[in-house]
């Protein structure tokens, strides 16, 4: 044909329109086929297939300028709006010989939602409007098919009643089943034109009992009504819920296509079909679909029959089908990409009614993305810009059968996607019962209102993670992604009741041993057991290749957070070039340590005053615990030989490592009471003091970080000795640790030189001893605006930055991270007092400008200083850009983040704006 398909990308300028032009509505064959921001993606398609000659059906669009006026209007038709919708409509009945409303030959539109972005069954649809109880008539009439009529007017009063005039689907439902069971079937083909007339005429008077007033039969009002329903869906929960959860701006609006009615219920040479040009599951190359003879589309999409493969098409429709192939032959290559394509058979004659780019599982993106490069069809940056971050991160984590999911139900409740993948087991409601049933081979999930530090020996054996509050970098979400569990958070609609060890959601109860699943990818809770899928990233070939693209592409380095040797190995295997962070704080809570932790703490406030006593006891826990420093900074460095290892020293104020004071108090209380004795109850007012002691008004501020190496320096110097010691004796066995030690919370000059003078003579005297050299350095964790201000002078004596964004956004807007996003977080991000988390992805006005400054000042006084990031931050794709665009040397995130990471930094190399469509 001479006429060519012409995908294409606009700017801001053309999104909008033009407010003096004032052009809300465009004929297909006239429309900038290239301006999806203008006409959404299904007006786009159907205007650029008008303009290539494919069979596409007239039509016309109202632009999604005009949704945007429609809604600041107050849901009034912007100035003009109608008159052209209506100059447009003499248009299409000119080219379609038939006129909306004409009792003798009736005119038949589809009245379409389609944004920018696609999102799938989010907004409404609205099929053949124009039918009254006269054009039904004239229609049965020109068709020669009086239950074909009847059929299409009884789905227009169900779909219309439905969606714009706000009838429950369930009771619309209910009246059409109602009507099959007094006719003996099971299938709606099987009722005839009179059982059809009877349950139109139900549905109509429902449709009056329900809203007061009777069906509109004005087919002009009935257009005008379900052109404001499709831009009213543009603001419905499914949708604005949709739009947050991938991330697309809510101010894109809706374009509304009105099409010219085809049918494929006409009868046996009638049909209708969704395809994709590859198969979106596995990517494979081949025409994979379904399609429903004798049907409309939402019988397809809704489920209403069970379609049968499009392979069966070839069979049924030989030449049609021949035809459709080559269509979408000729659409995948124009647009360069999967094409999702709707179609419908009107006696014998193929109908193209949409082409976009088809949304696809993880694995399907990357295949298609490697295999397009292999054809030739794109080249290798394409394919890195195309593959989106949760394509990558979906790959690689266990995920529900799909058969097995579709079975399943519905889910009992929804909260946050804190931590993606699928998991499967035994609800339990206390971490003491997570680690018993576990250590005896059950799966179990933690349900917990929320989590704390004290409850993550509960949580490290479970195979999933579910709080009722919280969000997605709540303590619970933090600790799942770092051991690369799934994580549902913030579930509020699900009453997590600890003291009855039981859930509660939507009807459905379950108590301890109940099985459970998680779907931490999209947040859903299912009661019982689904089966799962396990990844193997060795089997993932493609992903591997893409991958290694990613990291010939990429400029910043990607680490890993990890704090165990397994879970260093784990991230080495998925691509980390080096460790940023080790915290060694979680090693005091590992089995058989928190004796020696809680006496070295009780021990040292005495210690200090001079207690001789107490400093034999002090010194006794250091040399302990030492012992198992140094084993753990053995394993940890020996898995990463050769590469950088990151090495915060003890970050947590020490309270966090004792019993709870209220605890405390009433077991001491009632101790008293019953006046009880004994070195039991000793030791618990030993640990109620010490813990009233430590007390502090606000302990994220308090006697932390580098404060607490400052006023307890033997603590960090035994962790230092540790380090030392582990690394001398790697050197020694032939291996190349790289150890880099830092000071965490640092916020002046004198902190930063202070620990570093006394720290460095402890290493050098290890390396003295054992007669052996390693290479180290010590450098500042920037957590506080201050450093970011002074970071000049912090440079003079820090060899490295790592920017702990988690602190550093607390500390910069002055919100406590678990009490925001507790309390008023989600009313700032629905009212739009935040644009994003800035503590899921990266405040670039605040803490990022915070973050540039200080890598400027920091470098001109150290041009060599290495910067990277250890926060949450690290593994977010936006955040990623960031810290490309800032010139930090690496990003440093959860090991099961490491190759979304690799993706999105390769992405920032090549200027591409990571998105989570």
Same mark, same amino acid.
């Given at each position: 044909?001479?006429?060519?398909?012409?995908?294409?990308?606009?700017?801001?300028?053309?999104?909008?329109?033009?407010?003096?032009?004032?052009?809300?509505?465009?004929?297909?064959?006239?429309?900038?086929?290239?301006?999806?921001?203008?006409?959404?993606?299904?007006?786009?398609?159907?205007?650029?297939?008008? +303009?290539? /000659?494919?069979?596409?059906?007239?039509?016309?669009? #109202?632009?999604?300028a005009?949704?945007?006026?429609?809604?600041?209007?107050?849901?009034?038709?912007?100035?003009?709006?109608?008159? +052209?919708?209506?100059?447009?409509?003499?248009?299409?009945?000119?080219?379609?010989?038939?006129?909306?409303?004409?009792?003798?030959?009736?005119?038949?539109?589809?009245?379409?939602?389609?944004?920018?972005?696609?999102?799938?069954?989010?907004?409404?649809?609205?099929l053949?409007l124009?039918?009254?109880?006269?054009?039904?008539?004239?229609?049965?009439?020109?068709?020669?098919?009086?239950?074909?009529?009847?059929?299409?007017? %009884?789905?227009?009063?169900?779909?219309?009643?439905?969606?714009?005039?706000?009838?429950?689907?369930?009771?619309? !439902?209910?009246?059409? !089943?109602?009507?099959?069971?007094?006719?003996?079937?099971?299938? *709606?083909?099987?009722?005839?034109?009179?059982q059809?007339?009877?349950?139109?005429?139900?549905?109509?008077?429902?449709?009056?009992?329900?809203?007061?007033?009777?069906?509109?039969?004005?087919?002009?009002?009935?257009?005008?009504?379900?052109?404001?329903?499709?831009?009213?869906?543009?603001?419905?929960k499914?949708?604005v819920? $949709?739009?947050?959860?991938?991330?697309?701006p809510?101010?894109?609006?809706t374009?509304?296509?009105?099409?010219?009615?085809?049918?494929?219920?006409? /009868?046996?040479?009638?049909?209708?079909?969704?395809?994709?040009?590859?198969?979106?599951?596995?990517?494979?190359?081949?025409?994979?679909?379904?399609?429903?003879?004798?049907?409309?589309?939402?019988?397809?999409?809704?489920?209403?029959?069970?379609?049968?493969?499009?392979?069966?098409?070839?069979e049924?429709?030989?030449?049609?089908?021949?035809?459709?192939?080559?269509?979408?032959?000729r659409?995948?290559k124009?647009?360069? !990409?999967?094409?999702? @394509?709707?179609?419908?058979?009107?006696?014998?004659?193929?109908?193209?009614?949409?082409?976009?780019?088809?949304?696809?599982?993880?694995?399907?993106?990357?295949?298609?993305?490697?295999?397009?490069?292999?054809?030739?069809?794109?080249?290798?940056?394409e394919?890195?810009?195309?593959?989106?971050p949760?394509?990558?991160?979906?790959?690689?984590?266990?995920?529900?059968?799909?058969?097995?999911?579709?079975?399943?139900?519905?889910?009992?409740?929804?909260?946050?996607?804190?931590?993606p993948?699928?998991?499967?087991?035994?609800?339990?409601?206390?971490?003491? %019962?997570?680690?018993?049933?576990?250590?005896e081979?059950?799966?179990?999930?933690?349900?917990?209102?929320?989590?704390?530090?004290?409850?993550?020996?509960?949580?490290?054996?479970?195979?999933?993670?579910?709080?009722?509050?919280g969000?997605?970098?709540?303590?619970?979400?933090?600790?799942?992604?770092?051991?690369?569990?799934?994580?549902?958070?913030?579930?509020?609609?699900?009453?997590?009741?600890?003291?009855?060890?039981? @859930?509660?959601?939507?009807?459905?109860?379950?108590?301890?041993?109940?099985?459970?699943?998680?779907?931490?990818?999209?947040?859903?809770?299912?009661?019982?057991?689904?089966?799962?899928?396990?990844?193997?990233?060795?089997?993932?070939?493609?992903?591997l290749?893409?991958?290694?693209?990613?990291?010939?592409?990429?400029?910043?380095?990607?680490?890993?957070?990890?704090?165990?040797?397994?879970?260093?190995?784990?991230?080495?295997?998925?691509?980390?070039?080096?460790?940023?962070?080790?915290r060694?704080?979680?090693?005091?809570?590992?089995?058989?340590?928190?004796?020696?932790?809680?006496e070295?703490?009780?021990?040292?406030?005495?210690?200090? %005053?001079?207690?001789?006593?107490?400093?034999?006891?002090?010194?006794?826990? @250091?040399?302990?615990?030492?012992?198992?420093?140094?084993?753990?900074?053995?394993?940890?460095?020996?898995?990463?030989?050769?590469?950088?290892?990151?090495?915060?020293?003890?970050?947590?104020?020490?309270?966090?490592?004792?019993?709870?004071?209220?605890?405390? @108090?009433?077991?001491?209380?009632?101790?008293?009471?019953?006046?009880?004795?004994?070195?039991?109850?000793?030791?618990k007012?030993?640990?109620?003091?010490?813990?009233?002691?430590?007390?502090?008004?606000?302990?994220?501020?308090?006697?932390?970080?580098?404060?607490?190496?400052?006023?307890?320096?033997?603590?960090?110097?035994?962790?230092?000795?540790?380090?030392?010691?582990?690394?001398a004796?790697?050197?020694?066995?032939?291996?190349?640790?790289?150890?880099?030690?830092?000071?965490?919370?640092?916020?002046?000059?004198?902190?930063?030189?202070?620990?570093?003078?006394?720290?460095?003579?402890?290493?050098?005297d290890?390396?003295?001893?054992?007669?052996? *050299?390693?290479? $180290?350095k010590?450098?500042?964790?920037?957590?506080?605006?201050?450093?970011?201000?002074?970071?000049? +002078?912090?440079?003079?004596?820090?060899?490295?930055?790592? $920017?702990?964004?988690?602190?550093?956004?607390?500390?910069?807007?002055?919100?406590?991270?678990?009490?925001?996003?507790?309390?008023?977080?989600?009313?700032?991000?629905k009212?739009?007092?935040?644009?994003?988390?800035?503590?899921?992805?990266?405040?670039?006005?605040?803490?990022?400008?915070?973050?540039?400054?200080?890598?400027?000042?920091?470098?001109?006084?150290?041009?060599?200083?290495?910067?990277?990031?250890?926060?949450?931050?690290? /593994?977010?794709?936006?955040?990623?850009?960031?810290c490309?665009?800032?010139?930090?040397?690496?990003?440093?995130?959860?090991?099961?983040? #490491?190759?979304?990471?690799?993706?999105?930094?390769?992405?920032?190399?090549?200027?591409?704006?990571?998105? !989570?469509?």
């Amino acid at each position: 044909m001479a006429v060519e398909v012409t995908p294409g990308t606009t700017s801001d300028s053309q999104r909008n329109g033009s407010a003096a032009e004032q052009t809300w509505v465009f004929m297909a064959e006239d429309a900038p086929a290239a301006n999806r921001d203008l006409l959404g993606g299904k007006g786009a398609g159907l205007a650029a297939m008008t +303009q290539a /000659g494919l069979p596409v059906p007239p039509a016309f669009t #109202i632009t999604t300028a005009a949704c945007n006026a429609y809604q600041s209007a107050g849901q009034q038709f912007p100035s003009g709006l109608w008159d +052209q919708t209506l100059a447009a409509l003499k248009k299409l009945e000119a080219k379609s010989g038939k006129k909306l409303g004409d009792a003798s030959d009736p005119l038949l539109v589809s009245v379409r939602s389609g944004a920018r972005e696609s999102m799938p069954g989010m907004m409404d649809t609205v099929l053949n409007l124009g039918l009254n109880d006269e054009t039904v008539q004239g229609l049965a009439r020109q068709t020669s098919n009086e239950r074909f009529a009847w059929d299409a007017y %009884r789905r227009f009063v169900g779909m219309f009643g439905r969606i714009v005039l706000g009838v429950a689907g369930e009771k619309i !439902d209910h009246a059409f !089943d109602s009507a099959k069971s007094r006719a003996g079937t099971k299938q *709606d083909t099987d009722l005839n034109a009179q059982q059809l007339r009877a349950v139109t005429q139900e549905l109509k008077e429902l449709v009056q009992n329900e809203t007061g007033q009777p069906f509109p039969t004005d087919v002009l009002k009935q257009l005008e009504l379900a052109i404001k329903a499709v831009f009213n869906s543009w603001m419905g929960k499914r949708a604005v819920d $949709y739009r947050n959860q991938f991330k697309i701006p809510h101010d894109l609006g809706t374009a509304v296509s009105v099409v010219t009615m085809v049918f494929g219920n006409m /009868g046996d040479d009638s049909g209708t079909g969704v395809a994709f040009t590859r198969n979106p599951s596995t990517g494979k190359r081949e025409i994979y679909g379904e399609f429903l003879p004798n049907a409309q589309g939402e019988d397809v999409v809704a489920g209403i029959r069970t379609p049968i493969t499009i392979g069966k098409m070839r069979e049924l429709w030989p030449d049609v089908y021949q035809q459709f192939e080559q269509i979408a032959d000729r659409l995948e290559k124009t647009y360069k !990409d999967v094409q999702d @394509l709707e179609f419908t058979v009107e006696r014998g004659k193929l109908y193209m009614l949409q082409t976009r780019n088809a949304k696809r599982t993880g694995k399907a993106a990357v295949v298609t993305a490697v295999e397009m490069v292999s054809e030739g069809v794109i080249t290798r940056d394409e394919a890195l810009k195309r593959v989106q971050p949760m394509h990558v991160q979906q790959i690689l984590v266990p995920q529900f059968d799909p058969e097995a999911l579709r079975k399943s139900g519905a889910p009992i409740g929804q909260g946050l996607a804190a931590s993606p993948g699928a998991a499967v087991g035994k609800v339990v409601f206390d971490p003491d %019962r997570s680690q018993q049933l576990a250590a005896e081979g059950e799966p179990v999930v933690l349900a917990r209102r929320e989590t704390s530090p004290e409850d993550f020996h509960g949580m490290a054996p479970a195979v999933g993670i579910l709080t009722s509050r919280g969000g997605s970098s709540s303590h619970a979400a933090v600790v799942a992604r770092q051991m690369g569990k799934p994580c549902i958070a913030g579930a509020e609609e699900i009453n997590i009741d600890v003291e009855r060890q039981q @859930l509660t959601a939507n009807g459905t109860t379950l108590r301890e041993g109940d099985w459970i699943s998680l779907d931490g990818t999209t947040g859903q809770v299912f009661a019982g057991r689904i089966p799962t899928i396990a990844p193997d990233l060795e089997r993932e070939t493609e992903l591997l290749t893409l991958l290694k693209w990613a990291d010939d592409t990429r400029k910043i380095g990607v680490w890993a957070n990890a704090d165990t040797p397994d879970e260093v190995a784990r991230a080495r295997s998925l691509g980390a070039t080096g460790v940023g962070l080790v915290r060694t704080e979680h090693m005091f809570r590992e089995e058989g340590r928190p004796p020696f932790v809680q006496e070295m703490i009780l021990a040292a406030p005495d210690a200090k %005053r001079g207690d001789s006593a107490a400093r034999a006891r002090y010194l006794k826990s @250091l040399d302990t615990l030492r012992e198992f420093q140094t084993g753990d900074f053995y394993g940890i460095l020996k898995a990463m030989d050769g590469l950088p290892v990151v090495i915060r020293l003890i970050d947590p104020p020490l309270h966090e490592f004792l019993p709870k004071h209220e605890k405390l @108090l009433e077991e001491v209380t009632r101790a008293d009471a019953k006046d009880e004795t004994g070195p039991e109850v000793d030791e618990k007012r030993r640990l109620l003091e010490a813990v009233s002691r430590l007390h502090e008004q606000n302990p994220m501020l308090g006697l932390r970080g580098c404060r607490l190496g400052i006023l307890f320096p033997e603590i960090v110097e035994m962790q230092v000795k540790a380090i030392a010691m582990a690394a001398a004796k790697l050197k020694k066995e032939g291996l190349n640790p790289i150890p880099e030690i830092m000071i965490p919370l640092v916020g002046t000059r004198n902190e930063m030189a202070l620990e570093r003078e006394r720290l460095e003579g402890v290493v050098k005297d290890v390396f003295a001893s054992q007669g052996t *050299d390693v290479a $180290y350095k010590f450098g500042a964790c920037m957590e506080v605006p201050r450093a970011c201000i002074v970071a000049g +002078q912090i440079a003079e004596t820090a060899e490295f930055f790592s $920017y702990g964004t988690n602190d550093l956004t607390q500390t910069s807007y002055g919100y406590s991270r678990d009490d925001a996003e507790g309390k008023f977080l989600g009313e700032y991000l629905k009212e739009k007092v935040l644009p994003h988390n800035p503590f899921e992805s990266i405040d670039r006005e605040g803490v990022g400008e915070l973050v540039r400054m200080g890598i400027e000042r920091g470098r001109k006084q150290r041009p060599s200083l290495e910067v990277g990031i250890c926060g949450e931050q690290g /593994g977010d794709p936006a955040s990623v850009a960031f810290c490309h665009d800032v010139g930090m040397n690496y990003v440093s995130c959860a090991p099961g983040r #490491i190759p979304v990471a690799r993706l999105a930094a390769a992405q920032a190399a090549l200027g591409h704006t990571p998105t !989570d469509r």
